[in-house]
């Protein structure tokens, strides 16, 4: 027990050196080997959106199927049981849960408002018809029971507009003409009418660059942006507030960005938003190498820094999201996307895209294909649903410079923490054999002033009641050790749904502050440190 007490003080007076030395930057050695990740907290790197976690929902029908498989069910915006009690409970949890209502079919859905002078008949499959399905159509008062959800929820909408209609073939392959605006301001207009809440109108899905499926020049798009401006602006005018306009839900492609951002700038769009599947097509066999490679996930990072550039020198207020994000296309891959192991690429993402600068992330799916973060029937969440809600809760919006000493199989980020003092730090473990125990250091020296305030509220710690200070940790394994399971255990209990669809509290364990962080095997940690000072977090 001595001994015990010896090493423990030891430990403190380590640390108390380390944070009144001046230079915070401390060689591993210093703490028996372990490793360290330093976190620069003088001052944010970034800042995201607090509601930073976004999801999406589609309008795919039943039909839809892909490799054989048809994944989607009656899971999607036209056919998904609103009543379900795990599905709002889900959304609710957030407090609020950004949800961006598109897809591939958004650009053949026409709006029932009656000016289209057309039936309002449902998707149905033709061979011949992009993507395979023939122009589908939203009832208004399935648009009414959707926001009665919505309101129910608290989710906050972004609704992907139709930017095809009254285009024409052009001479290259793209769709050319003016954007016909008029089924979309009638709904526009609908939607005001009824006193439903908007936070944002995205114009398109897929149509930059080379577009899947059909494309659009960026010079008539920035054009038809700016329509959308107009309609926008004009419909809330009597509003106190008006919601975003977003665009083009597409793939990066620098030179057509560019344009769209130049012919828009300073304020006629206030988000760019692009879709990631760069881990290529669901069917892939090499999914969950591609995953827990370090060089793959890192590919990812020059289309953040390169989006963050053009926007940063272009002199525009316009910002960027992802605005679709599900890994592997083609409705994404079975005890893959929707298991354990999508969590390593899910919050790998989510860290990576707030350091250039990225407002919100929008998963595909809430629920629907073989990557929701529900269950596409029962709406059970997957792991990737308690990954975005830790997130959620406990990254806050400014982002940290973070690097990690050690093995490139260890992923590290590190945010303010949400609503309390210090830091949270997420610790991705892609190693299926090692255990690191990690120390967290500072950079950078602080001023005696800093030092003297940083006492005063107690972020050193010391003798009596400050040698008692703790960090909560939240450790995500998979169940039974499997990567590709539908059930994650949170320090080691498994995570599911009660009977009456209620979503299970997240509780931490609680650390003693001089201990080095735990990081298992496949394993994923976040550690809410409440001591760790940190100017850029006032």
């Known amino acids: 027990m001595a001994a015990g007490l010896l090493l423990k003080m030891v430990g403190l007076c380590v640390w108390a050196l380390f944070w009144l030395g001046g230079t915070a930057t401390v060689s591993t050695t210093a703490f028996a080997g372990g490793d360290a990740v330093v976190v620069d907290a003088r001052s944010a790197v970034a800042e995201t959106d607090n509601d930073f976690v976004c999801a999406t929902l589609d309008w795919w029908p039943p039909d839809k199927c892909d490799y054989?498989?048809?994944?989607?069910?009656?899971?999607?915006?036209?056919?998904?049981?609103?009543?379900?009690?795990?599905?709002?409970?889900?959304?609710?949890?957030?407090?609020?849960?950004?949800?961006?209502?598109?897809?591939?079919?958004?650009?053949?859905?026409?709006?029932?408002?009656?000016?289209?002078?057309?039936?309002?008949?449902?998707?149905?499959?033709?061979?011949?018809a992009i993507f395979g399905f023939s122009q589908g159509c939203l009832p208004l008062d399935r648009w009414d029971e959707l926001n009665a959800f919505f309101q129910k929820s608290g989710a906050k909408i972004i609704f992907g507009l139709n930017a095809l209609n009254g285009r024409v073939p052009m001479p290259d392959g793209s769709l050319g003409?003016?954007?016909?605006y008029t089924n979309a301001a009638s709904f526009i207009r609908y939607t005001v009418n009824k006193g439903y809440d908007i936070h944002g109108w995205e114009l398109g899905n897929e149509l930059s660059?080379?577009?899947?499926?059909?494309?659009?020049?960026?010079?008539?798009?920035?054009?038809?942006?700016?329509?959308?401006?107009?309609?926008?602006?004009?419909?809330?005018?009597?509003?106190p507030?008006?919601?975003?306009?977003l665009a083009p839900g597409g793939f990066f492609d620098a030179a057509w960005f560019t344009e769209l951002v130049s012919k828009t700038k300073p304020s006629q769009?206030?988000?760019?938003?692009?879709?990631?599947?760069?881990?290529?097509?669901?069917?892939?066999?090499?999914?969950?190498?591609?995953?827990?490679?370090?060089?793959?996930?890192?590919?990812?990072?020059?289309?953040?820094?390169?989006?963050?550039?053009?926007?940063?020198?272009?002199?525009?207020?316009?910002v960027a999201w992802v605005g679709e994000a599900g890994g592997a296309y083609n409705s994404g891959h079975h005890l893959v996307t929707d298991a354990f192991v999508f969590s390593f690429w899910y919050l790998d993402q989510l860290g990576m895209s707030s350091k250039y600068d990225t407002k919100s992330y929008c998963r595909q799916t809430l629920v629907g294909g073989n990557y929701g973060l529900l269950n596409t029937t029962t709406f059970e969440p997957n792991p990737d649903y308690y990954s975005a809600l830790l997130w959620h809760r406990l990254m806050g919006t400014k982002v940290l410079s973070t690097t990690f000493n050690g093995t490139n199989k260890?992923?590290?980020?590190?945010?303010?923490?949400?609503?309390?003092?210090?830091?949270?730090?997420?610790?991705?473990?892609?190693?299926?054999?090692?255990?690191?125990?990690?120390?967290?250091t500072s950079e950078g020296a602080q001023t005696q002033s800093a030092r003297t305030e940083s006492r005063r509220f107690g972020h050193i710690?010391?003798?009596?009641?400050?040698?008692?200070?703790?960090?909560?940790?939240?450790?995500?394994?998979?169940?039974?050790?499997?990567?590709?399971?539908?059930?994650?255990?949170?320090?080691?209990?498994?995570?599911?749904?009660?009977?009456?669809?209620?979503?299970?509290?997240l509780e931490p364990v609680q650390v003693e502050g001089t201990q080095p962080i735990t990081v298992g095997p496949y394993s994923i940690v976040f550690a809410h440190i409440p001591s760790f000072y940190a100017p850029a977090c006032r």
């Not at 990072?301 to 272009?314: C, V």
């Not at 994650?488 to 009977?499: F, K, R, S």
Request: aromatic share 6%; hydrophobic share 35%.
């Open 209 to 239: 660059g080379s577009g899947v499926g059909a494309r659009i020049d960026a010079d008539q798009y920035a054009a038809d942006v700016i329509t959308l401006k107009h309609i926008i602006d004009s419909t809330y005018q009597s509003n």
């Open 269 to 318: 769009m206030d988000v760019i938003t692009h879709h990631i599947y760069n881990l290529g097509p669901g069917v892939d066999d090499h999914l969950i190498e591609k995953i827990l490679d370090p060089s793959y996930l890192d590919g990812e990072a020059s289309i953040f820094s390169n989006l963050q550039g053009i926007l940063k020198f272009a002199g525009t207020s316009t």
């Open 461 to 505: 710690p010391g003798l009596g009641e400050a040698a008692e200070v703790t960090r909560e940790e939240y450790h995500l394994t998979p169940k039974d050790g499997n990567l590709q399971s539908q059930r994650v255990l949170l320090n080691g209990n498994v995570l599911v749904t009660d009977a009456n669809g209620d979503i299970p509290k």
């Open 241 to 245: 507030t008006k919601p975003l306009v």
């Open 177 to 180: 003409g003016p954007w016909n």
């Open 410 to 440: 260890i992923r590290a980020y590190a945010h303010c923490a949400r609503k309390s003092e210090g830091i949270t730090l997420l610790l991705i473990n892609l190693s299926g054999n090692d255990t690191n125990h990690i120390y967290v």
């Open 68 to 128: 054989g498989t048809c994944s989607w069910g009656r899971a999607t915006l036209l056919t998904m049981n609103l009543s379900n009690k795990i599905l709002l409970n889900a959304v609710k949890a957030f407090s609020p849960l950004k949800l961006r209502l598109g897809g591939s079919l958004q650009d053949m859905l026409i709006y029932d408002t009656g000016d289209s002078h057309q039936p309002c008949t449902p998707f149905v499959k033709n061979t011949s």
